[in-house]
């Protein structure tokens, strides 16, 4: 019988290919739309994209509710308002717009700007791209699966409810995994291994790496690169 790879991430902004490598590698992904949103500046709301002059810090303006001291799960979180909402939207629209596939990559984020949620708005992301570069990964949100924990505990204990065998780490984990901890509880840590495709970027006479995959798809459509 083979093992069944897990990996875990939380649903970050419109993420990098490497997000979906390690989806790509795994039997289950589970989306940790339960913990904590990291306050102050981070990835959580942050990516990258690739204009004519150069690259493009998108910060997408989300709030807390009130009262909570700052401390929100991603599928709490709110926008800012809708018209900041809009204004990221117009950014990624006009730096692309000449793009090889721009109309049907603006059509997949018309989609996705259009939920009511900052968690809802990654999270159809994150399945729509998987599903339309044919990543055929099960898809679970941590919020279904009704566990606690912090760090190692916590993956842990989501992998023994998805009976999970081997999990399926991103590098930059490597510092607090805890891989003693896995195998006695009868997980095997891997690490996974991506390195950045070089395509052709219709705006760029060098091939830059470590964008948001929005970058691949406006310039390479739904053609998978793993």
Same mark, same amino acid.
């Given at each position: 019988?083979?093992? $069944?790879?897990?990996?875990?991430?939380?649903?970050?902004?419109?993420?990098?290919?490497?997000?979906?490598? $390690?989806?790509?590698?795994?039997? +289950?992904?589970?989306? #940790?739309?339960?913990?904590?949103?990291?306050?102050?500046?981070? &990835? @959580?709301?942050?990516?990258?994209?690739?204009?004519?002059?150069?690259?493009?810090?998108?910060?997408?303006?989300? =709030?807390?509710?009130?009262?909570?001291?700052?401390? /929100?799960?991603?599928? !709490?979180? #709110?926008?800012? !308002?809708?018209?900041?909402?809009?204004?990221?939207?117009? /950014?990624?629209?006009?730096?692309?717009?000449? @793009?090889?596939?721009?109309?049907? +990559?603006?059509?997949?984020?018309?989609?996705?700007? *259009?939920?009511?949620?900052?968690?809802?708005?990654?999270?159809?992301?994150?399945?729509? &791209?998987?599903?339309?570069?044919?990543?055929? /990964?099960?898809?679970?949100?941590?919020?279904? #699966?009704? /566990?606690?924990?912090?760090?190692?505990?916590?993956?842990?204990?989501?992998?023994?409810?998805?009976?999970?065998?081997?999990?399926?780490?991103?590098?930059? @984990?490597?510092?607090?995994?805890?891989?003693?901890?896995?195998?006695? *509880?009868?997980?095997?840590? +891997?690490?996974? *291994?991506?390195?950045?495709?070089?395509?052709?970027?219709?705006?760029?006479?060098?091939?830059? @790496? %470590? #964008?948001?995959?929005?970058? %691949?798809?406006?310039?390479?459509?739904?053609? =998978?690169?793993?």
């Amino acid at each position: 019988m083979s093992k $069944k790879i897990f990996s875990v991430h939380q649903p970050n902004f419109i993420p990098w290919l490497g997000y979906f490598d $390690k989806i790509n590698n795994s039997d +289950v992904f589970i989306i #940790l739309d339960d913990v904590l949103i990291p306050r102050g500046t981070s &990835v @959580a709301n942050r990516n990258k994209i690739l204009s004519n002059n150069g690259i493009i810090e998108l910060t997408f303006p989300i =709030s807390h509710p009130k009262g909570n001291n700052r401390l /929100t799960s991603y599928k !709490d979180i #709110l926008f800012v !308002d809708e018209k900041s909402k809009q204004k990221i939207f117009k /950014t990624i629209q006009s730096t692309y717009l000449k @793009a090889p596939f721009y109309k049907k +990559v603006i059509t997949l984020l018309e989609e996705v700007f *259009n939920e009511d949620s900052f968690c809802k708005m990654n999270i159809t992301y994150i399945r729509k &791209v998987c599903e339309l570069l044919n990543i055929n /990964t099960e898809i679970i949100l941590m919020s279904d #699966l009704k /566990t606690d924990g912090q760090k190692n505990e916590l993956i842990v204990g989501l992998g023994k409810l998805i009976n999970g065998d081997v999990y399926l780490s991103g590098t930059g @984990a490597k510092s607090y995994n805890d891989e003693a901890f896995f195998n006695a *509880n009868g997980i095997e840590l +891997v690490y996974q *291994n991506y390195k950045p495709e070089n395509y052709i970027q219709f705006n760029s006479t060098e091939s830059i @790496a %470590y #964008l948001s995959s929005l970058d %691949y798809l406006f310039n390479k459509g739904f053609n =998978s690169p793993f």
